[in-house]
């Protein structure tokens, strides 16, 4: 089920164009520093200096090749990312489904308790916990994992309420499975559409957490090469070498936007689109144009006017 609607997803424009666009960056993210034409991390010029033929992209504030730098500068986004959505969605659909299956005060327990933290900014408890635990990539990870579940978990204990109470559900409680197993085989798998369709819209919300407290300095630590890290490291320089700061924010605007393209095409696969747009379009094309009726008097003809 969840193939089929991957095959709808991309037969949308929007789908495969987004898709196209996520792969070139993570191929580039992932194979970029092969490619690097110098080190990341070593100093070969002015600071700051204008793109030249050596440097297409110029320098950054310490004389770092800018090129090579945004090549090397996307696998920590993306380790980042995804380990934090992925961890976010364990612990937050494991919370909801139980949430949403046992019903109750359990519920009720579960979700004022997840409540108390959605209260809270999530750039403020990011910014409280790399004040008090220093600047690591597990605190940016545990962070962003913090902040994510609560919203994980009324998505999934929505789905795991309209689920539990179908006859299906019911038939599996008098066979006598147990709650493990009715999660495993029965709930999951049908909410199975809705996590994946939230899971972009999530993953880019991750990315841009991520590249907002390296924006701000209370990221990773340099010298590392991060799209994030690069536009707080010359932003003071921006008027001298702005491929310095745009270079990664481009980048890191495409990925956020092909995921939210490919998440939103998903959407309208997983509600029962079968056919995109395009072929709509052609089957439209080849139906015949509706007949127009003219409305004709039936009373009699005027006198003068001659019938045909």
Known sequence: MAAETLRRTLRYPSGSIGAAILLIIILIAVFGPLFAPHSPNEQLGLASAAPTHRFPLGTDYLGRDVLSRMLSG???????????TLAAYLIGATLGIFA???GGWKDGL???????????PPLLVLLLLASGA??????????VVIVQVPAIARIARTSAL????????????????????????????NILPTLLADFGVRFSISIVLVASMNFLGLGLTPPASDWGLMMSENQAAITLNPQAVIGPAVMLALLTVSINLVADAYIR????????????????????????????PTGPLPSGSVAS
């Open 162 to 189: 309209t689920v539990s109470k179908l006859a299906f559900i019911e038939a599996a409680q008098a066979r006598g499975d147990s709650t493990l197993t009715i999660w495993r085989k029965d709930v999951t798998p």
């Open 269 to 296: 696969a997983a509600n029962g689109g079968t056919r995109s747009p395009r072929a709509w379009r052609r089957r439209r094309a080849l139906q015949p144009p509706v007949e127009r009726h003219l409305d004709v």
């Open 100 to 102: 949403g299956y046992r």
């Open 74 to 84: 996307g696998r920590s986004v993306l380790y980042i990312g995804v380990s934090a």
């Open 110 to 120: 579960t979700m004022r308790g997840l409540d108390v933290i959605l209260a809270f």
């Open 134 to 143: 220093g600047r690591h990539v597990w605190v940016l990870i545990l962070g």
